[in-house]
């Protein structure tokens, strides 16, 4: 599989009719390409989706288009939505002169903002997040994006509005994890999150946050030192929108599927019974992934924080971990280092094994 080119090196083609893609350039094609079909307003995610699992199948033996105009002709292609039993459609007439246009823009702000971008065609496109449901079609990246290679790496979230208690074990297991060298994941918010993150770079560790918007800015703003320094620290920021978009309430929900796609546990610190935390342990279940909840010392305990750990328990069949005993902890971490296959599951899911 190709890798994308650094965007410093990124070249504008021109007459793309009769110009054929060198291989030196055809990994900046294969991103600008896929851009095009993205800002292209008649061309649902779903047909994209459809085309590129397509064009990687090496049983099919279809090219990857050379050009605008064979990419024009080989989207309409209905027996792929067949082969792949899609419902997506694409009119058959349309041009993707504009959707190139935007696709050129976010390829110079990406690059006024060093920004890498990730498509399907890079190595370091995570695998993971190709095979959850509606995967990202690409993926925007500021800091060390082999990073994104890992294969341990734990989720560590939690309300933003913690108590003492729940900030400290927060940045307890961060700074435990980073200790044993698993990849902290987080969505750079506040609270949880942001302890987590503090914790796995206080112990020397690497982390990645995955954030709700586009990488020209930050959210919250009050974490931009945070996530500079998770940049400085060899760790990575990561994000599905292109720069320029700002913050919305669904993008954070969007947002949570990658943190647990990304990931192959997810911890709960503290959480109530409602709130954004759950979107995440929710796409933890479907995804497969082995999900924990922190079990507070008795003393410690809220009754807001003793409902959403109720809720975990009883309703998303969430493992509790001891707050207390590190032991336990590191138990934990050992089985993550050791993938087993899922019985009933795709081949690919793996969940860790019992302890």
Not at 159 to 177: A, C, K, Q, V
Not at 227 to 236: T, V
Not at 255 to 271: F, H, N
Not at 344 to 352: A, L, P, R, V, Y
Request: charged content about 25%.
């Amino acid at each position: 599989m190709l890798s994308a080119l650094p965007l410093e090196k990124h070249t504008v083609i021109t007459d793309r009719e009769s110009y054929r893609m060198s291989e030196l350039l055809n990994d900046n094609w294969h991103t600008e390409a896929i851009l095009s079909l993205l800002k292209t307003k008649e061309i649902r995610k779903g047909a994209i989706e459809t085309l590129l699992r397509t064009l990687l199948d090496e049983s099919r033996n279809i090219p990857f288009p050379s050009n605008l105009e064979e990419l024009s002709e080989i989207i309409p292609i209905e027996r792929t939505a067949k082969f792949e039993k899609k419902a997506s459609k694409v009119p058959r007439n349309f041009t993707l002169d504009a959707g190139n246009t935007g696709a050129q823009e976010i390829l110079r702000r990406s690059e006024e903002h060093e920004i890498q971008i990730l498509d399907w065609f890079s190595d370091l496109f995570p695998v993971s997040l190709k095979q959850i449901p509606h995967p990202p079609i690409v993926l925007y990246a500021r800091g060390d994006t082999s990073l994104l290679k890992t294969i341990n790496s734990i989720a560590v979230i939690g309300t933003r509005n913690p108590t003492e208690y729940g900030r400290d074990i927060s940045h307890r297991f961060g700074y435990r994890l980073g200790q044993k060298g698993i990849v902290v994941v987080g969505g750079l918010a506040k609270g949880c999150d942001t302890a987590a993150h503090r914790g796995c770079l206080d112990a020397g560790g690497h982390t990645l946050a995955i954030l709700a918007n586009g990488l020209d800015s930050i959210y919250p703003h009050t974490n931009a030192n945070l996530a500079q320094d998770i940049i400085n620290s060899k760790g990575c920021l990561l994000s599905e929108y292109e720069p320029g978009v700002k913050a919305a309430k669904y993008q954070f929900v969007e947002r949570d599927r990658l943190q647990s796609g990304i990931s192959k546990a997810v911890i709960v610190v503290e959480t109530g019974k409602e709130g954004g935390t759950m979107h995440t342990a929710t796409f933890a279940t479907k995804q497969a992934r082995d999900l924990r909840v922190v079990r507070f010392p008795q003393d410690k305990v809220t009754v807001e924080q003793q409902g959403g750990y109720a809720r975990l328990i009883n309703e998303f069949k969430a493992i509790p971990i001891d707050a207390e005993n590190e032991d336990e902890l590191d138990r934990f971490v050992a089985a993550v280092e050791q993938p087993t296959t899922i019985k009933g599951k795709n081949k690919n899911q793996t969940s860790i094994s019992d302890w």
